[in-house]
């Protein structure tokens, strides 16, 4: 990157109003290469534009943004993602820097904090919000294992078609999204549901919006 170029950032959110308050905010300093609202939008977007930095909410439709990153991570391993986000938990932060973001910064902080978390991204370390990186650091040392929580017991390909159900769609259009068949849906199904311990589908789909995987 050029010393005289401006860092190249690409914005996902599905929501309109924080996008536009990202671009106001971010806009002078950094070269915005547009806004994205859905998880695969924002793999097709990041592959074509090459970002240096990409903004992302962690809730969105489609593919959540964590799921995403670990996508764009398979094209790019050094991509640098910093997740904006409502979720002020610690098990949402662990995850996010376990899937390889560079930066953790909840909505409600200040604008400022986003800055600084893009500016010590780009410069090649790493950002958690000051309200929860004690926390994190401690839950890191004591060494837990990201698989012993419920949703590290899914598969990708699992956490792809749970989103999508959860969403509101049915299985035939889950396969028709995935290009997989909708017998292989039902299966992805019944194996969550066997892995959580589920009865129903219904309960499934309410551990998808407590996990975070779609807004409610």
């Not at 969105?60 to 002020?88: C, E, R």
């Not at 500016?119 to 040392?141: K, Q, W």
């Amino acid at each position: 990157m050029s010393r005289l170029s401006r860092p190249r950032i690409l914005l996902a959110d599905d929501h309109r109003m924080v996008a536009e308050g990202l671009k106001s905010l971010l806009g002078a300093d950094f070269e915005l290469l547009g806004v994205v609202e859905d998880g695969r939008a924002l793999i097709e977007a990041a592959k074509k534009h090459r970002p240096d930095l990409i903004v992302a909410d962690i809730t969105m439709p489609h593919l959540n943004g964590l799921d995403a990153l670990a996508s764009l991570k398979k094209d790019n391993p050094q991509v640098k993602v910093i997740f904006l986000t409502m979720h002020a938990e610690v098990a949402y932060a662990r995850r996010a820097l376990e899937a390889g973001a560079v930066g953790f910064v909840l909505k409600h902080s200040a604008p400022a904090e986003l800055i600084a978390a893009i500016r010590a991204a780009l410069e090649g370390m790493t950002y958690i919000t000051p309200a929860l990186a004690g926390d994190v650091i401690s839950a890191f040392r004591q060494g837990k294992e990201g698989a012993s929580e419920p949703l590290g017991r899914l598969t990708p390909r699992q956490r792809e078609i749970l989103q999508l159900l959860a969403e509101g769609r049915s299985a035939k259009e889950v396969a028709s999204t995935l290009g997989i068949s909708s017998r292989t849906v039902e299966f992805h199904k019944y194996q969550m549901m066997e892995s959580l311990h589920f009865h129903s589908s219904a309960e499934l789909i309410h551990f998808a919006i407590k996990q975070g995987l779609v807004a409610i």
